[in-house]
């Protein structure tokens, strides 16, 4: 079994910032890449920042120059630090990760339950 859980998220002010954290833990081979997705109310699921294994970025265009993805493989961890906050980013943000179980066995995604982030003064 395996799971992610999420933390960091909160209310915070525009301009501020806020740190997110994913953990995985369970039956794990191998973790390929690790995004991050936000839900805001009433809109549809969002691709935030996605880091492969070796460390390559990509940013969806509306947190580019403001979110930074990374990830410590040996505690199967991703981050994502969020700066210059702004309204708009308020969200139920998700970690997702594709993960091997077994040697040998199939890729799979796996999410986070989620965690909320509230951007407002």
């Known amino acids: 079994q395996v799971q992610l859980v999420e933390s960091g998220g909160g209310l915070v002010q525009p301009g501020g910032s806020l740190r997110l954290s994913c953990a995985v833990s369970?039956?794990?081979?191998?973790?390929?890449?690790m995004a991050w997705y936000r839900q805001a109310p009433g809109k549809q699921h969002e691709w935030v920042a996605r880091?492969?294994?070796?460390?390559?970025?990509n940013y969806a265009d509306s947190v580019k120059g403001r979110f930074t993805i990374s990830r410590d493989n040996a505690k199967n961890t991703v981050y994502l630090q969020m700066n210059s906050l702004k309204p708009e980013d308020t969200a139920v943000y998700y970690c997702?990760?594709?993960?091997?179980?077994?040697?040998?066995?199939?890729?799979?995604?796996?999410w986070g339950q989620g965690t909320q982030v509230t951007v407002s003064s």
């Open positions: 997702k990760a594709v993960i091997r179980s077994r040697n040998w066995g199939p890729v799979d995604d796996y």
């Open positions: 369970g039956s794990i081979f191998s973790i390929n890449a």
């Open positions: 880091i492969t294994s070796g460390g390559i970025t």
